[in-house]
């Protein structure tokens, strides 16, 4: 069974603050992992795609993946009270990218 | 603009009644996926699609059908076998190359 893991939170930083949000997965075949922001009531919008290990920056977003400790985090820098939102971490095992494994979110509190 | 409908966006069920879910998506995507999410809780796959006239059951497939006869529709019927179908209800597409899902709006399904 592929299982992705995530703290539920909350998760409350103060605005401006960097926000750390971690994932951890099962299966160590897995190809690329994905980080989706959802908000109340809406649905999941992808903000961040990893593939490979080390750092990838978007903006104010950082991703990272570690695959041999099957650990993969996201990083919010300068939080702001719009960041507040669940995130969704997903991971994709196979080779064709159309298969995910969602984990339970952690919800994302920015206080100003 | 490309991207996925849903409709309706909310939706009533009456206790042992039918009701069908639709998704259409321009995207040009092959995959289509189903997803229920419950208050609080991560996303679960109900079924997917990765090409026409053929799909395969999720992780909760018991209590749903769906159809794939067009590239662009995958429409999902809850049936009066679930037994527990209020929830929010997402539909997602994908095509190949591992860079995530894209998801529609949303419905949110409760039973009256």
């Known amino acids: 069974q592929k299982e992705v893991e995530q703290n539920s939170g909350p998760l409350s930083v103060p605005e401006g603050a960097i926000a750390s949000l971690n994932c951890t997965y099962s299966?160590?075949?897995?190809?690329?992992f994905f980080w989706y922001r959802q908000y109340s009531g809406k649905s999941p919008e992808l903000i961040m795609s990893i593939y490979s290990n080390g750092d990838k920056e978007d903006g104010r977003f950082t991703a990272q993946l570690n695959k041999a400790s099957q650990y993969v985090s996201l990083l919010i820098r300068d939080s702001q009270p719009s960041d507040s939102a669940t995130y969704l971490c997903a991971v994709n095992w196979d080779n064709y990218g159309q298969n995910f494994v969602f984990g339970p979110g952690t919800r994302l509190s920015v206080l100003p | 603009d490309g991207g996925i409908t849903q409709s309706p966006k909310y939706l009533f069920r009456k206790e042992g009644q039918n009701v069908t879910l639709s998704c259409e998506q321009n995207l040009n995507h092959d995959a289509m996926y189903w997803y229920r999410q419950d208050p609080g809780q991560g996303l679960r796959l109900i079924y997917y699609s990765q090409i026409v006239n053929d799909f395969q059951k999720g992780d909760i497939a018991e209590g749903y059908s769906v159809s794939r006869e067009k590239k662009e529709s995958f429409p999902l019927t809850v049936t009066s076998a679930q037994k527990n179908p209020t929830a929010f209800y997402l539909c997602?597409?994908?095509?190949?190359?591992?860079?995530?899902?894209?998801f529609g709006s949303g419905t949110r399904l409760t039973v009256v």
């Open positions: 997602a597409s994908s095509r190949q190359g591992a860079r995530g899902y894209t």
């Open positions: 299966d160590r075949g897995s190809q690329s």
